[in-house]
């Protein structure tokens, strides 16, 4: 892993390349290394990193910050296995306009990922290849996993429920 010291020094190589605002915070904290990036050059960063050796995106996971804003959040974890080294990258985005770019073209690993983070929290990945639910009915409303979704939220049709949720008596 980085240690603190390594940490700003990629902080430093990425404002240096990209400029003085792409890195907002960084965080070294339980032997994590934690990078805060903007929204707008998530793309770049997550190309750079691989630069550096961090070649496997292992995940991609939605947060809601609520009531904070930005309220919606997408974090990117990064492995550089020659070094058993990870990284992980923040971003957040305003809950009116949870717009990201799909990092799906250079790390094909994002596309399901990115599809689960659309579905549960709203965030739309621009030229996403395929973006469309991937948990829920294609017509439901809503996004469950937003902290302001209703507790116990609404019946989904599925095939073991569909007579008892529709109300029919077969």
Do not use: C
Request: no cysteine; hydrophobic share 35%.
């Amino acid at each position: 892993m980085p240690d603190a010291t390594g940490l700003e020094l990629i902080a430093q190589e990425l404002r240096e390349a990209e400029g003085p605002d792409v890195v907002t915070d960084t965080l070294f904290f339980r032997n994590r290394a934690t990078l805060s990036v903007q929204a707008a050059s998530i793309r770049q960063v997550l190309a750079h990193l691989r630069e550096q050796g961090y070649a496997f995106l292992a995940s991609v996971h939605g947060v809601d910050y609520y009531p904070h804003e930005p309220r919606l959040g997408v974090h990117y974890e990064l492995l550089d296995m020659s070094r058993v080294d990870r990284i992980t990258v923040k971003l957040r985005v305003a809950s009116q306009e949870p717009e990201v770019e799909s990092v799906t073209e250079d790390w094909p690993t994002a596309n399901h990922q990115e599809r689960e983070v659309y579905d549960m929290f709203g965030v739309v990945f621009r030229g996403h290849p395929d973006l469309r639910r991937i948990l829920m009915p294609e017509d439901y409303e809503g996004h469950p996993q937003r902290r302001d979704f209703p507790v116990g939220g609404e019946p989904v049709i599925s095939t073991f429920n569909e007579a008892e949720t529709l109300g029919s008596s077969e």
